[in-house]
């Protein structure tokens, strides 16, 4: 069904538990498990007669779906989910989900003048969440572009391989270990086959194989017949520390990006940035500020 006209009436208890229990909010702060509880709570009451309110919790269950997605590392998942959730925001589109992060053609675009307010806040939250996948594909393509093992004055630069691991790195820092989605319960409709659980049931916890899983996936999304990330890689960075200062650094240098249509960061990711910019300016001038 096509998103709603501003204006168009909807069913007026549908209406009145999308305000009051707004999976929408959760979403816009990353929080995608209480996202998939709301969902699966007002999905048990939506009815034909709730006009848009099923296909506009199908759809907010798949940016949720990307969401968790992300939090396992499976970014090539996450980006199909995002792809689906765009299909029903934009039905005029066919052929939409079959778009890969390697097209320029943005998945949501920008909501039209009388957009249902429900389909443009989901609209916004799935585009931030399509530049996150694009922005991790797109550095690793960069820094293939740029880097080589030895400057003309010899000195060392990362390798591409190295990067991919800083750039896992970030993603457990934005997505795991600074999220709240990571210290709470599952929920009934989180499904991750074991294929999909690059955190072996332990999401909480990690150690070296676990970082080098999360960089190969990050690694073969934009380098599909390239093999991955060794421990080599690893030893080469001298392990988990150095590896993390670097991923903390980086990510403390973002810290000034804009957030994208107005929207706040995920909670995680606003945490982890928080953090990582502490520690940049101790370890720059020892100041804890």
């Known amino acids: 069904m096509s998103p709603l006209p501003e204006g168009a009436r909807t069913d007026a208890e549908a209406e009145e538990v999308l305000v009051l229990n707004d999976p929408l909010a959760a979403l816009e702060r990353g929080d995608w498990r209480a996202a998939y509880a709301l969902v699966a709570d007002l999905s048990r009451g939506a009815t034909e007669s709730a006009v848009g309110a099923a296909d506009l919790l199908a759809a907010v ?30 039905p005029a ?52 572009a ?23 790195v970030i993603d457990h820092l934005t997505w795991v270990d600074c999220d709240p989605c990571t210290w709470q319960a599952p929920v009934r409709d989180e499904r991750v086959t074991p294929s999909e659980n690059l955190t072996r049931n332990g999401l909480g916890d990690h150690g070296r194989n676990y970082f080098l899983r999360r960089a190969k996936v990050l690694y073969q999304e934009a380098f599909p017949r390239e093999g991955g990330v060794s421990r080599t890689v690893w030893d080469q ?53």
Not at 61 to 90: E, F, I, N, P, Y
Not at 111 to 135: K, S
Not at 243 to 251: D, K, Q, S
Not at 258 to 275: E, I, M, N, T, W
Request: charged fraction near 25%; glycine fraction near 10%.
């Open 61 to 90: 269950r798949m940016v949720a779906r990307s969401m968790l997605m992300q939090t396992h590392g499976q970014v090539g998942k996450s980006w199909d989910a995002l792809a689906q959730a765009a299909a029903s925001c934009t």
């Open 93 to 144: 589109r066919p052929g939409i989900e079959r778009l890969t992060p390697v097209s320029p053609i943005r998945l949501f675009l920008p909501p039209p003048a009388g957009t249902d307010r429900h389909w443009g806040r989901l609209t916004r939250i799935g585009h931030r969440e399509e530049e996150g996948v694009r922005g991790q594909r797109n550095r690793l393509l960069a820094a293939a």
């Open 146 to 168: 740029q880097v080589t093992q030895t400057t003309q004055d010899g000195a060392d630069r990362l390798t591409v391989e190295q990067l991919a691991l800083i750039e896992g």
């Open 237 to 289: 960075m001298g392990g988990y520390r150095p590896v993390r200062g670097r991923a903390l650094e980086e990510l403390a240098l973002r810290a000034h990006s804009p957030q994208l249509d107005g929207l706040p960061y995920r909670f995680g990711y606003s945490k982890a940035l928080a953090d990582a910019t502490l520690w940049f300016n101790y370890m720059k001038g020892g100041r804890m500020e």
